[in-house]
């Protein structure tokens, strides 16, 4: 079968049909749904979703690739997609998931402001307490979701699916810690992969992300250092080249055009860093995808 043609990352539309900002459903794979090449195909596409997104893993287990991270993911857990995120699934038992996707005009701000902190995040095993908490506050919310009828229907979507999404939040937060046992150089560390993530293309200078944080560069190389073993600029260069690493895989951009998306109006510059911090030229990166 000819390979698709690609100038840009498919991205998920949300299943939106009352235009809430909102997607929620239910649904269950059989991989003997999935006979044909087409369907196998169609079914395993690299993508982003557009909105900020939930999988509540019910029942099987599915081995999925994430900014190429894999993962095999065992019931019952939970897999939180960004809207920046390209994943795949790369093959699957029988699978019942529950998926819940809000746009960030949707979200409570302040849930918002925690789903950009916690990302990425690695899928969450599940116990059977959270598995039953978790599930039952899925339910409610789509059941509001099918009462379309209803004179509130719209507050009840929302208020319901911003109250999951705080419950999902809290259970991410606990596994990973809550920001205020952090020390001061994780915290700083956190604000500025917040800041990274927004403004990489337009912002290459450690000084400058120092400014926004009201710090010294000093003490900011000092807190990412301690944090991660990484200095600034090896944190800047890194969220560079995985957004080109996710354009040079699942798009058929040309090198140069992806310079140029990323801010790098001198081409030979950016090839030789894309090659100084991957250990191989860009092209050559994208020619794996076919071996």
Same mark, same amino acid.
């Given at each position: 079968?000819?390979?698709?043609?690609?100038?840009?990352?498919?991205?998920?539309?949300?299943?939106?049909? *009352?235009?809430?900002?909102?997607?929620?459903?239910?649904?269950?794979?059989?991989?003997?749904?999935?006979?044909?090449?087409?369907?196998?195909? =169609?079914?395993?596409?690299?993508?982003?979703?557009?909105?900020?997104?939930?999988?509540?893993?019910?029942?099987?287990?599915?081995?999925?690739?994430?900014?190429?991270?894999?993962? @095999?993911?065992?019931? %019952?857990?939970?897999?939180?997609?960004? %809207?920046?995120?390209?994943?795949?699934?790369?093959?699957?038992?029988? @699978?019942?998931?529950?998926?819940?996707?809000?746009?960030?005009?949707?979200?409570?701000?302040?849930?918002?402001?925690?789903?950009?902190?916690?990302?990425?995040?690695? %899928?969450?095993?599940?116990?059977?307490?959270?598995?039953?908490?978790? *599930?039952?506050?899925?339910?409610?919310?789509?059941?509001?979701? !099918?009462?379309?009828?209803?004179?509130?229907?719209?507050?009840?979507?929302?208020?319901?699916?911003?109250?999951?999404?705080?419950? =999902?939040?809290?259970?991410?937060?606990?596994?990973?810690?809550?920001?205020?046992?952090?020390?001061?150089?994780?915290?700083?560390?956190?604000? *500025?992969?917040?800041?990274?993530?927004?403004? +990489?293309?337009?912002?290459?200078?450690?000084?400058? +992300?120092?400014?926004?944080?009201?710090?010294?560069?000093?003490?900011?190389?000092?807190?990412?250092?301690?944090?991660?073993?990484?200095?600034?600029?090896?944190? @800047?260069?890194?969220?560079?080249?995985?957004?080109?690493?996710?354009?040079?895989?699942?798009?058929? !951009?040309?090198?140069?055009?992806?310079? +140029?998306?990323?801010?790098?109006?001198? +081409?030979?510059?950016?090839?030789?860093?894309?090659?100084?911090?991957?250990?191989?030229?860009?092209?050559?990166?994208?020619?794996?995808?076919?071996?």
């Amino acid at each position: 079968m000819p390979k698709k043609s690609r100038k840009t990352i498919p991205t998920n539309l949300m299943t939106d049909v *009352f235009g809430q900002g909102i997607s929620i459903d239910k649904i269950s794979f059989r991989k003997a749904d999935f006979k044909t090449e087409e369907l196998h195909e =169609l079914a395993t596409e690299s993508h982003r979703d557009s909105g900020y997104t939930f999988h509540f893993i019910q029942k099987g287990t599915v081995h999925i690739e994430i900014d190429f991270q894999k993962y @095999i993911i065992t019931s %019952p857990a939970i897999v939180y997609m960004h %809207p920046n995120q390209v994943h795949r699934i790369l093959s699957f038992t029988d @699978i019942t998931v529950c998926a819940l996707s809000m746009n960030k005009e949707k979200l409570n701000p302040d849930y918002l402001d925690f789903l950009e902190k916690i990302s990425p995040s690695k %899928p969450l095993l599940l116990t059977k307490p959270q598995h039953v908490n978790i *599930f039952t506050s899925f339910s409610l919310c789509l059941n509001f979701s !099918k009462q379309k009828s209803n004179k509130l229907y719209h507050l009840l979507l929302k208020d319901s699916s911003n109250t999951l999404v705080a419950l =999902l939040i809290s259970e991410f937060l606990d596994h990973n810690n809550a920001e205020n046992i952090l020390p001061r150089f994780e915290i700083i560390a956190k604000n *500025f992969k917040q800041h990274l993530e927004k403004n +990489y293309v337009t912002l290459k200078r450690p000084s400058t +992300y120092a400014k926004l944080l009201n710090i010294s560069t000093h003490y900011l190389n000092e807190s990412i250092k301690s944090a991660t073993g990484l200095s600034v600029s090896q944190q @800047i260069q890194d969220r560079i080249i995985l957004e080109a690493k996710r354009l040079l895989y699942h798009s058929d !951009k040309s090198v140069k055009e992806i310079a +140029y998306e990323l801010g790098y109006e001198d +081409y030979p510059y950016f090839s030789r860093l894309f090659t100084k911090i991957t250990g191989m030229t860009a092209l050559t990166f994208r020619q794996q995808k076919y071996e």
